[in-house]
């Protein structure tokens, strides 16, 4: 017995798990196709796809306020999506503090500080004459505290005893009288110095009781401080009956009295201060809609910062949600409008239901790369800030769906595709203009290139085409730009020429597995069918090699009328090679395999002789078959597209009759 290969197994699990993905694919395409639940099935579709399309083009920050930071990298382009009136806080912070430094202090007036002191005194001097007219012995400490009290001062001993026997008490409280009102006549401060730093920064003075505005000081206004107040006081001369020492005691006591009249107020210089700074309106400036914030690849400074946060805070959740509600019924209008306009307008339009999931499937995976693809550029835009992210922009598949529904279906439905991806690839990329046309037009010209697609070079060759009109188009866009003769042109037409190659390779590997999964027959399997080589036809030709010549003869005659009716010649030839594939299981049944042998009809009854409407043909997939728009077809002869699983086991030998 012979070794097994030991890839021999592996390759049979991979086989075996292919055919039942397959299977299991067709038999959903099955259920979603059912007549009964066809049309709930589409609209599940529709709202399905929209809603992981506004997914895909709507980003995080939509859902989540986002956070930025200075020397951050930006992601993308930002710009204003609506004419912004902004509050420039640094300048609003620095206006206000202007303000604040502005205002006037508040002095206090004590307009009756002369009199204040003066009754002090006539409270002091009526204690003490109430102490020596009572019976009692005289409590010295206590009427000691008292006086002090009342004073607002502490006596010492020798002045505590003049108090107590001066005996003059109407002339002292007269000569208070007047040395208090000499004294206040100037203005009393606390400090002098800082009284003067004030009266250059501006002073408001009010009365102490009232709070009326009394008068607005400059500089020019003068005052003395408690200190040079109580000098004076020794200056002064009284006319007191009294020897010398005595009347330096009163001095003394009369000036320990003295309190500054003119104080500051800092309870009002504050609510100045916060009235001031809250007269100062907010300075605004203007982002008008479009405009630039920050450019893919750049690192954030301190003022977009400032901009990012103060839109951006000013979106709550429901201004997040309306963005997202916006954008579903955004794709929403773009993926139906067009469609049914095209179906009612336009004659070769009219996708079936495994066409729509195709579609709906190839935009997931169209817009996935391209997501993915954003992330890439920006990734490179932060590690290459010479080239710039929105450069690597030109690389991205914008023309890999379009190319591939051309292959797959036809000319009409890659046309209206392009016209739906296009505005989504724009408002997926900031609502870029530029990404609008960039993708419509390579798009267009992908399609164009791969009408006639015939083998793999077939879709290189129209990558090449994309290269050369994306080239054209990142040119015009630097021209527009005004940046053409920079370094940037250099990157974006590389970028723009590598971008074809890209939308052709990611083609030529996708194809297979659409036409696996699918099992769709492009021009390339009909290329495969079409080989007279084929086991299939090799064992048509070796057992009904009449039915083998007759199939080649139409083959030829149909590939002639196709041509000239400009249909597809080549699905039109393959159709004929396998029209009479059923055959190969009787062959002896069929009057051009016979060369004047035994007819085996003369020994059948007429009963078996009338055909079976329930089997019209001896093939698998015949009898349920749809007609393709561009080929007519006897219901007897099954449309090769819908062959594709019986010659599959045709050609592994198996009877499909059985």
């Given at each position: 017995m012979m070794p097994v290969d030991g890839n021999e197994q592996p390759d049979k699990a991979r086989s075996s798990l292919s055919i039942l993905g397959e299977r299991l694919f067709n038999s959903l395409l099955e259920r979603f196709s059912a007549p009964q639940s066809v049309k709930r099935n589409r609209i599940i579709l529709f709202f399905l796809t929209v809603t992981l399309l506004t997914l895909l083009l709507i980003p995080g920050q939509q859902f989540s306020q986002p956070v930025f930071k200075i020397g951050d990298i930006a992601g993308s382009d930002i710009r204003a999506t609506q004419d912004y009136l902004l509050e420039d806080r640094q300048l609003t912070e620095k206006k206000r503090l202007e303000a604040e430094a502005a205002s006037p202090y508040v002095y206090d007036l004590n307009a009756t500080a002369p009199l204040e002191i003066t009754q002090r005194f006539e409270k002091a001097l009526a204690a003490v004459s109430a102490a020596r007219s009572s019976s009692a012995p005289v409590d010295k400490a206590g009427l000691r505290a008292t006086l002090n009290q009342i004073l607002g001062i502490q006596l010492n001993d020798q002045e505590f005893l003049l108090l107590t026997r001066f005996r003059s008490d109407r002339a002292l409280i007269g000569e208070i009288n007047r040395v208090t009102g000499l004294i206040f006549a100037n203005k009393v401060v606390t400090d002098k110095r800082l009284f003067t730093s004030d009266l250059a920064h501006g002073i408001q003075m009010q009365d102490s009781r009232t709070c009326e505005l009394l008068a607005t000081l400059d500089r020019s206004y003068s005052a003395v401080d408690l200190a040079e107040a109580q000098k004076r006081v020794a200056d002064i001369r009284l006319n007191l009956p009294a020897e010398p020492r005595e009347i330096?005691?009163?001095?003394?006591?009369?000036?320990?009295?003295?309190?500054?009249?003119?104080?500051?107020?800092?309870?009002?210089?504050?609510?100045?201060?916060?009235?001031?700074?809250?007269?100062?309106?907010?300075?605004?400036?203007?982002?008008?809609?479009?405009?630039?914030?920050?450019?893919?690849?750049?690192?954030?400074?301190?003022?977009?910062?400032?901009?990012?946060?103060?839109?951006?805070?000013?979106?709550?959740?429901?201004?997040?949600?309306?963005?997202?509600?916006?954008?579903?019924?955004?794709?929403?209008?773009?993926?139906?409008?067009?469609?049914?306009?095209?179906?009612?307008?336009?004659?070769?339009?009219?996708?079936?239901?495994?066409?729509?999931?195709?579609?709906?499937?190839?935009?997931?995976?169209?817009?996935?790369?391209?997501?993915?693809?954003?992330?890439?550029?920006?990734?490179?835009?932060?590690?290459?800030?010479?080239?710039?992210?929105?450069?690597?922009?030109?690389?991205?598949?914008?023309?890999?769906?379009?190319?591939?529904?051309?292959?797959?279906?036809?000319?009409?439905?890659?046309?209206?595709?392009?016209?739906?991806?296009?505005?989504?690839?724009?408002?997926?990329?900031?609502?870029?203009?530029?990404?609008?046309?960039?993708?419509?037009?390579?798009?267009?010209?992908?399609?164009?290139?791969?009408?006639?697609?015939?083998?793999?070079?077939?879709?290189?060759?129209?990558?090449?085409?994309?290269?050369v009109v994306n080239v054209a188009m990142a040119l015009s866009f630097q021209i527009l730009g005004e940046g053409f003769f920079s370094v940037q042109t250099v990157y974006c037409a590389f970028y723009a020429l590598i971008g074809g190659i890209v939308n052709a390779t990611l083609v030529t590997g996708i194809i297979p597995a659409v036409e696996s999964l699918f099992q769709y027959s492009t021009d390339m399997k009909l290329l495969e069918f079409s080989n007279l080589s084929s086991p299939l036809l090799h064992n048509l030709m070796v057992r009904a090699p009449g039915t083998y010549h007759h199939s080649v003869l139409v083959?030829?005659?149909?590939?002639?009328?196709?041509?000239?009716?400009?249909?597809?010649?080549?699905?039109?030839?393959?159709?004929?090679?396998?029209?009479?594939?059923?055959?190969?299981?009787?062959?002896?049944?069929?009057?051009?395999?016979?060369?004047?042998?035994?007819?085996?009809?003369?020994?059948?009854?007429?009963?078996?002789?009338?055909?079976?409407?329930?089997?019209?043909?001896?093939g698998r997939g015949g009898a349920g078959s749809r007609t393709p728009a561009r080929l007519g077809h006897n219901r007897y002869h099954p449309p090769v597209a819908r062959l594709q699983p019986d010659l599959f086991f045709l050609s592994e030998g198996q009877d499909p009759i059985a």
């Amino acid at each position: 017995m012979m070794p097994v290969d030991g890839n021999e197994q592996p390759d049979k699990a991979r086989s075996s798990l292919s055919i039942l993905g397959e299977r299991l694919f067709n038999s959903l395409l099955e259920r979603f196709s059912a007549p009964q639940s066809v049309k709930r099935n589409r609209i599940i579709l529709f709202f399905l796809t929209v809603t992981l399309l506004t997914l895909l083009l709507i980003p995080g920050q939509q859902f989540s306020q986002p956070v930025f930071k200075i020397g951050d990298i930006a992601g993308s382009d930002i710009r204003a999506t609506q004419d912004y009136l902004l509050e420039d806080r640094q300048l609003t912070e620095k206006k206000r503090l202007e303000a604040e430094a502005a205002s006037p202090y508040v002095y206090d007036l004590n307009a009756t500080a002369p009199l204040e002191i003066t009754q002090r005194f006539e409270k002091a001097l009526a204690a003490v004459s109430a102490a020596r007219s009572s019976s009692a012995p005289v409590d010295k400490a206590g009427l000691r505290a008292t006086l002090n009290q009342i004073l607002g001062i502490q006596l010492n001993d020798q002045e505590f005893l003049l108090l107590t026997r001066f005996r003059s008490d109407r002339a002292l409280i007269g000569e208070i009288n007047r040395v208090t009102g000499l004294i206040f006549a100037n203005k009393v401060v606390t400090d002098k110095r800082l009284f003067t730093s004030d009266l250059a920064h501006g002073i408001q003075m009010q009365d102490s009781r009232t709070c009326e505005l009394l008068a607005t000081l400059d500089r020019s206004y003068s005052a003395v401080d408690l200190a040079e107040a109580q000098k004076r006081v020794a200056d002064i001369r009284l006319n007191l009956p009294a020897e010398p020492r005595e009347i330096e005691l009163i001095k003394g006591i009369v000036a320990k009295s003295l309190l500054p009249n003119l104080t500051l107020n800092r309870v009002a210089t504050d609510e100045r201060r916060n009235a001031a700074r809250t007269a100062v309106a907010p300075i605004l400036f203007q982002l008008k809609r479009g405009e630039m914030i920050v450019r893919s690849g750049e690192r954030l400074n301190e003022d977009q910062v400032r901009k990012l946060g103060q839109i951006y805070s000013g979106r709550g959740m429901v201004a997040r949600l309306a963005i997202t509600a916006g954008t579903f019924c955004l794709v929403m209008i773009l993926c139906y409008f067009p469609y049914r306009f095209a179906r009612k307008n336009v004659r070769k339009f009219s996708p079936g239901n495994k066409d729509l999931v195709l579609l709906a499937l190839v935009t997931l995976f169209h817009f996935s790369l391209l997501r993915v693809g954003l992330m890439f550029s920006t990734a490179m835009g932060g590690a290459l800030p010479s080239v710039g992210a929105a450069n690597f922009y030109y690389l991205l598949p914008f023309a890999f769906a379009p190319m591939l529904v051309r292959i797959i279906l036809n000319s009409e439905v890659a046309l209206v595709y392009c016209a739906v991806c296009a505005p989504l690839a724009g408002a997926m990329f900031d609502g870029s203009m530029q990404v609008v046309i960039y993708s419509l037009m390579g798009g267009v010209v992908g399609a164009h290139g791969v009408r006639q697609c015939k083998d793999r070079g077939v879709i290189y060759s129209a990558g090449m085409k994309v290269s050369v009109v994306n080239v054209a188009m990142a040119l015009s866009f630097q021209i527009l730009g005004e940046g053409f003769f920079s370094v940037q042109t250099v990157y974006c037409a590389f970028y723009a020429l590598i971008g074809g190659i890209v939308n052709a390779t990611l083609v030529t590997g996708i194809i297979p597995a659409v036409e696996s999964l699918f099992q769709y027959s492009t021009d390339m399997k009909l290329l495969e069918f079409s080989n007279l080589s084929s086991p299939l036809l090799h064992n048509l030709m070796v057992r009904a090699p009449g039915t083998y010549h007759h199939s080649v003869l139409v083959g030829n005659l149909v590939e002639a009328a196709a041509e000239a009716i400009h249909a597809n010649p080549l699905l039109a030839k393959v159709a004929a090679y396998y029209h009479d594939i059923g055959k190969v299981s009787k062959p002896l049944y069929f009057i051009e395999n016979v060369r004047g042998g035994d007819n085996k009809h003369d020994k059948l009854s007429p009963e078996h002789e009338r055909p079976d409407p329930d089997r019209p043909c001896q093939g698998r997939g015949g009898a349920g078959s749809r007609t393709p728009a561009r080929l007519g077809h006897n219901r007897y002869h099954p449309p090769v597209a819908r062959l594709q699983p019986d010659l599959f086991f045709l050609s592994e030998g198996q009877d499909p009759i059985a």
